[in-house]
């Protein structure tokens, strides 16, 4: 790898990046009185998709009942129009840096094959974990830590908590 | 003045402007910071490349701090804003499931969604299961609601609990954070791998 390559490719201190999202994070309090969030967007596509392709099963599950009942219009929300933000900002940070491009990342001791089963399974329990906690990383973790939730710091130290526990049965997958 | 949206300072249409908004720096930050790359993200647990725990706690406590002084100068209502209800066992399981989750997957949702810009596959594949395990999660709410809502203690503050005020609370989540940071710094020099 050429040393213009290895520049090109550089990624920000991440410290100075840590500054950055936390100004994100008090602009997005400042403003709109709440942190930043992700799976929330998810849940709205999956509400609204389910509302569209089976109205009167969306109408009888509470899980649809009670999200539709406080979100009437489930796309117009924060977290959708926060998250298509995501889309255009990284995407726009990955082409500055020139790193847009199609591609499977994985360890190359194991396929990409492999990389994409573990990737859905991740994906799911996730999906599922996101919902049980209320909210991700982001949501739950990061943005309760900045207002001293007490439910935030739990989960966030029970998702590395665990990632920790567990990281020595996968090792073969990234190391 | 601040919370702009919940004083009515702003619309409800120019706060989700904003959301577009703000989400555009925080997908930048992610990806600018080496988040759309699960190799990376999955680093902080091996020790080879911390970035995440030097990008979270950097971005925690800034904002933290942030909003106490925010509140000091009386910029800000802190009562108006919103703070995620604490049900114990789900907090607790909900986060053991994501933990799972991200040794497995190798992202986070907003890193995936970041990751995607950039044409990452897996993270496509993420976002997938993602939307398969909400969906579980909707259908068989019948048989975990019980659980989701058992145990509710409030919306209590870490300070709250341990009965200090928020100011001392902070000083300590910035010390943990700059303990941790240190820490970082040493599993990346002790466990190192060969970039790719």
């Not at chain 2, 601040?2 to 930050?29: H, K, M, R, Y």
């Not at chain 2, 800000?76 to 497995?104: C, H, K, R």
């Not at chain 2, 659980?147 to 409030?154: C, D, I, R, S, T």
Request: a positive charge; hydrophobic letters at 50%; charged letters at 15%.
């Amino acid at each position: 790898m050429t040393t213009t390559k290895l520049k090109s490719k550089t990624y920000m201190n991440p410290y100075l990046a840590g500054v950055l999202l936390g100004l994100v994070l008090l602009t997005a309090n400042f403003i709109s009185g709440r942190g930043l969030g992700a799976s929330g967007a998810v849940k709205s596509v999956i509400v609204t998709a389910v509302d569209a392709v089976a109205p009167g099963h969306a109408e009888n599950a509470p899980f649809y009942v009670e999200y539709l009942e406080a979100h009437p219009k489930p796309m117009k929300s924060w977290l959708v129009f926060e998250m298509l933000g995501v889309l255009v900002g990284g995407f726009l940070s990955g082409a500055l840096a020139g790193r847009l491009k199609f591609k499977v990342e994985h360890s190359p001791k194991i396929t990409s094959r492999r990389r994409l089963i573990f990737a859905l399974a991740g994906g799911i329990l996730f999906g599922f974990g996101s919902q049980l906690g209320r909210g991700c990383t982001s949501g739950s973790a990061l943005s309760g830590m900045a207002v001293l939730s007490l439910g935030g710091i739990i989960t966030m130290a029970a998702i590395f908590g665990t990632g920790y526990a567990l990281a020595y049965f996968v090792r073969k997958n990234w190391i | 003045m601040g919370p702009l949206a919940a004083n009515e300072i702003i619309s409800q249409d120019t706060n989700l402007i904003f959301a577009f908004l703000i989400g555009i720096g925080f997908g930048f930050v992610l990806e600018g910071a080496g988040f759309s790359s699960s190799r990376k993200l999955a680093g902080v647990f091996y020790g080879y490349d911390t970035v995440v725990l030097k990008v979270f706690f950097t971005a925690g406590i800034t904002a933290m701090i942030g909003l106490l002084f925010f509140s000091l100068f009386g910029w800000i209502d802190l009562s108006l804003i919103y703070i995620n209800p604490t049900f114990l066992y789900s907090a607790i399981a909900g986060g053991v499931i994501m933990g799972a989750g991200f040794i497995l997957g190798g992202f986070c949702p907003g890193t995936s969604f970041c990751a995607a810009s950039i044409g990452k596959i897996d993270a496509l594949v993420f976002i997938g299961g993602l939307l398969i395990g909400i969906l579980i999660f909707g259908e068989g709410y019948a048989l975990w609601e019980g659980f989701y809502n058992a145990k509710f203690l409030g919306i209590p503050k870490i300070s709250e609990s341990l009965g200090l005020k928020d100011g001392l609370m902070a000083l300590i989540i910035v010390l943990v954070a700059f303990a941790m940071f240190w820490v970082g710094e040493w599993a990346e020099k002790k466990f190192p791998r060969e970039e790719y």
